[in-house]
């Protein structure tokens, strides 16, 4: 028999052997069994621990992902609150451009009874209206989902609109603040 022909007999025995005592097993290539196809082959030949990761590892990468989470977290949150004031903020400026283009058609701001709705139809009583003046032919809800208020007369203006942040009730700070004609209201009362 010949050095390099090998039995599954044989086989067998590496395995049981390799398995019991493989700290005595050797690391060259000509002591590894032979196994039929290349696949299995490269099985083989990986070692025991080399296939995933331990519970320890993938907790420290779980707690990792959680501490940056709980630190990124609140101010990505604080973004998207801040970006919620200057989107209300940008729309109430748009009611503004409409209103004035109402105002130059009719001769006048709509009255509280018509309210923002003048914008997207024709009010009773209005002989030149080129609207809808606002896109969409809709009024539009504040970023929190509210609706807008319209006051006519305003306190410096002749109209008043505003949005009542995120609580929608009147008062509040942060983004809980009520926002009118391009400025917040708790702060401009201050």
């Avoid at 519970?55 to 998207?80: A, D, H, K, Q």
């Avoid at 024709?122 to 509210?146: F, Q, T």
Wanted: net charge positive.
């Amino acid at each position: 028999m010949s050095r390099h022909v090998i039995t599954r007999a044989s086989l067998n025995l590496m395995g049981i052997v390799s398995s019991k005592f493989g700290a005595f097993r050797r690391r060259s290539r000509r002591s590894r069994p032979y196994v039929g196809s290349a696949g299995r082959r490269q099985q083989a030949m990986r070692g025991h621990g080399e296939g995933g990761f331990t519970l320890v590892e993938m907790l420290v990468v779980i707690t990792i992902i959680g501490l940056v989470m709980g630190l990124v977290g609140p101010r990505v949150l604080s973004y998207l609150g801040d970006a919620k004031v200057k989107a209300a903020k940008l729309q109430i400026e748009s009611f503004g451009s409409a209103l004035d283009l109402f105002y130059l058609d009719a001769g006048r701001y709509p009255s509280a009874s018509e309210g923002l709705t003048a914008l997207v139809q024709r009010p009773a009583g209005v002989s030149v209206w080129n609207g809808p003046y606002l896109k969409n032919a809709s009024v539009p809800v504040d970023p929190w989902g509210h609706v807008y208020l319209y006051r006519v007369p305003g306190e410096k203006r002749p109209y008043q609109i505003i949005s009542l942040g995120s609580d929608g009730q009147e008062g509040g700070t942060g983004t809980a603040a009520d926002i009118g004609n391009g400025e917040t209201l708790a702060a401009a009362a201050h």
